[in-house]
């Protein structure tokens, strides 16, 4: 008795049980710990068990090296085989996203207009361009900007597509709240209404990634916001 073709074919194109996507999602979910921590405690500058400052790999225009290429280049090109592209334009977007990526970063831009009335944030801004001149704060602006680009990039495709894929697939129901989880703990070291402003932005960018496996809408809305936090320390 000959077999069907076609069950062949059902066979190949049956979703894999969640058990067989574990073994990859625990080395995404490990490399992630790995990389943000070691940025961690390079920006802490701690020297115990090593010299963790040595990792910090920013240029004198702001272009920081390791961001770049520990959360963008490294998981890009480990990603590329099986890359699905349409997670980065327009093609899955519904005609409500335009309406809603408006008012998303309205809000989001909203927020860093409140920065001057948060003490705890406000002073944490201002110790980077406060007592500057025009022309400096004109120089930090740019360089705000080239840093910005640098890791904005990285930590969204980290985040909101090689992490939320592999976490979704390996636990279906919850393991999306990984990428919330792991923007709120690397922002516990700014001020506490900083970090809990970004697990309200996380959970929603995140929710929003996963419903229309599209990221594009959060990137446009975490760039609006470091743009207005660039304005802020150019103007403040």
Not at 60 to 78: A, E, S, T
Not at 163 to 183: I, Q
Request: overall charge positive; aromatic content about 16%.
């Amino acid at each position: 008795m000959r077999n069907d073709p076609g069950d062949h074919r059902r066979r190949e194109e049956r979703p894999q049980r969640p058990a067989t996507h574990l073994p990859l999602a625990t080395v995404v979910v490990a490399y992630v710990i790995v990389v943000l921590g070691v940025d961690t405690l390079a920006a802490l500058g701690l020297d115990w068990p090593l010299r963790w400052s040595w990792f910090q790999w920013q240029g004198r225009n702001g272009f920081d090296l390791f961001k770049f290429i520990f959360w963008f280049v490294v998981p890009f090109l480990c990603c590329v085989p099986r890359m699905d592209w349409d997670w980065f334009g327009i093609k899955r977007w519904k005609r409500i996203d335009a309406i809603l990526l408006a008012l998303l970063v309205a809000c989001c831009v909203g927020a860093v207009l409140l920065v001057p009335y948060l003490p705890g944030v406000r002073d944490y801004y201002r110790q980077f361009g406060g007592a500057l001149s025009a022309a400096q704060k004109w120089n930090f602006f740019i360089f705000h900007l080239v840093w910005t680009f640098s890791w904005l990039i990285g930590w969204e495709f980290l985040h909101r597509y090689a992490l939320l894929r592999r976490a979704d697939a390996a636990w279906p129901r919850f393991g999306w709240l990984l990428v919330p989880l792991s923007e709120t703990l690397y922002h516990l070291q700014k001020p506490p209404i900083e970090a809990a402003g970004m697990a309200l932005f996380a959970l929603v960018a995140t929710a929003w990634t996963r419903n229309r496996r599209n990221m594009l809408a959060p990137f446009i809305a975490h760039l609006a916001i470091e743009i207005a936090l660039g304005l802020f320390l150019l103007l403040g």
